[in-house]
């Protein structure tokens, strides 16, 4: 069992910046990829950015240029840079990383964290 703790969630002025941070905690399971999704009102849950223990990355287009992903595998850590927000990027953010024993692997998730962006 992998669990995820986010934090850095807030209230920004647009053109503003944040950082999320989300820790893993210990545990028996290999944790692969990392990454953030999130959920705007009335919409679907979708992938922010992404990243592996390998350190290749993935964002969503919305997102590129602005966002940057990163993560410190000693701390079980998984970082989101995000600058230039716009009230678009309102949602709330979660956490989420791939781990499991090496036979299979399973998807965990955060509570999630609350990114508001005013105009």
């Known amino acids: 069992q992998v669990q995820l703790v986010e934090s850095g969630g807030g209230l920004v002025q647009a053109g503003g910046s944040l950082r999320l941070s989300c820790a893993a905690s210990?545990?028996?399971?290999?944790?692969?990829?990392m990454g953030w999704y999130r959920q705007a009102p009335g919409k679907q849950r979708e992938l922010v950015a992404q990243?592996?223990?390998?350190?290749?990355?993935n964002y969503a287009d919305s997102v590129k240029g602005r966002f940057t992903i990163s993560r410190d595998n000693a701390k079980n850590t998984v970082y989101l840079q995000m600058n230039s927000l716009k009230p678009e990027d309102t949602a709330l953010y979660y956490c989420?990383?791939?781990?499991?024993?090496?036979?299979?692997?399973?998807?965990?998730w955060g509570q999630g964290t609350q990114v508001t962006v005013s105009s």
């Open positions: 210990r545990s028996t399971f290999v944790i692969s990829t």
């Open positions: 989420t990383a791939v781990a499991g024993p090496g036979t299979v692997n399973y998807r965990y």
């Open positions: 990243i592996t223990s390998g350190n290749n990355t």
